[in-house]
């Protein structure tokens, strides 16, 4: 199995920073892109994505956070992180990771998801 292990979330003001960890664990033989993604408590709508970065550091972001929030992974230890400064109270959300994962060489990629950290930004 793959298990995703988030940590960082919590309450701020507004303009504050957080740090988001991710660290993947399991039968991993390779990974793909990995990324952040948010959700409002009791939205059953798709998750927005928020950043993502590829293996070899190519990153992607919502333009809302573009300037603010910094994604980047260390492959050795299977990680991915996400900086988030001069937060605003419109980034208060349940922040889920997500990572492709090859378990088996020769295996389709497949997504997995972390248990969701909350951050609140109060104003």
């Known amino acids: 199995q793959v298990q995703l292990v988030e940590s960082g979330g919590g309450l701020v003001q507004a303009g504050g920073s957080l740090r988001l960890s991710c660290a993947a664990s399991g039968n991993i033989v390779s990974i793909n892109a990995m990324g952040w993604y948010r959700q409002a408590p009791g939205n059953q709508r798709q998750r927005q994505l928020v950043?993502?970065?590829?293996?070899?550091?190519?990153?992607n972001y919502l333009d809302s956070v573009k300037g603010r929030f910094i994604i980047s992974r260390d492959n050795a230890k299977n990680t991915v992180y996400l900086q988030m400064n001069s937060l605003k109270p419109e980034d208060s959300f349940v922040y889920y990771c997500n990572a492709e994962v090859k378990r088996v060489w020769g295996s389709p990629w497949a997504n997995y998801w972390g248990q969701g950290t909350q951050v609140t930004v109060s104003s």
């Open positions: 950043a993502t970065i590829t293996s070899s550091g190519n990153t």
